[in-house]
Nanobody, 129 residues
Framework: QVQLVESGGGLVQAGGSLRLSCAAS????????MGWFRQAPGKEREFVAG????????YYADSVKGRFTISRDNAKNTGNLQMNSLKPEDTAVYYC??????????????????????WGQGTQVTVSS
């Protein structure tokens, strides 16, 4: 079992930066893929970024590539999402998610939110124009 708690959301002007954190409890976090998803009002939840259990492989949605960076520290049971050059369209509730990493699957397998079985409560990110 893994419990996830996000923090770091807030209000920022376009072009600014925010760093989201995901604190995990449970001994199996280091065995999990960690993903970040977001959901804007009236829209479906969408994939943002993911990182495999070792941290050696990261992957991003095209909409955030080059602006966002995902990272993790398994020793501290934490994950982060550094968000730079924020745009108003990045406004959403951001969720941290985790699932046991099955090494047989490619990165793209973990783009889908239904693959994940552990979720945080979400943190609001608002980007003003």
């Amino acid at each position: 079992q893994v419990q996830l708690v996000e923090s770091g959301g807030g209000l920022v002007q376009a072009g600014g930066s925010l760093r989201l954190s995901c604190a995990a409890s449970g001994r199996t976090f280091s065995s999990c893929v960690m993903g970040w998803f977001r959901q804007a009002p009236g829209k479906e939840r969408e994939f943002v970024a993911g990182i495999r259990r070792s941290g050696g492989s990261t992957y991003y949605a095209d909409s955030v590539k080059g602006r966002f960076t995902i990272s993790r520290d398994n020793a501290k049971n934490t994950g982060n999402l550094q968000m730079n050059s924020l745009k108003p369209e990045d406004t959403a509730v951001y969720y941290c998610a985790a699932v046991r990493d099955n090494g047989w699957y490619s990165d793209s397998y973990y783009y889908t939110d239904s693959r994940y079985n552990f979720w945080g409560q979400g943190t609001q990110v608002t980007v003003s124009s």
